[in-house]
């Protein structure tokens, strides 16, 4: 539970980073911040998976490069079904998912599932 706790405070800095320096981002309030990482969480366990079976050919043709379409279009879902969160085309879209998949997946390599610092007290 301490994990999930952990990963869903990172999704919500992701975003509020995202939102700070990606032009034609917006998320007006703080508790925007969290619902939208819960529910980027959500989407992301759900349709995700769907959309990436569903687009294997194009991911394939792409060499993979279409997942930041699926990555982009997930943000832009999330932002649809939230009041104060807004997003202002596909560009801030992508680079608004590069941000959130960066930041997400650097924390959660150090994140274990128990929701300690696994990497870092491994090297200490």
Known sequence: MRGLVLRLLVTAFALWLASRFVPGLWIERTSTFFLAAALLGLVNAVVRPVLVFLTFPFTLLTLGLFLLVINAAMLGLVASLLEGFRIAGFAPALVGSLV????????NWLIGPDGRLDRVERRL
């Open 100 to 107: 959130v998949s960066v930041v997400s997946g650097a924390a």
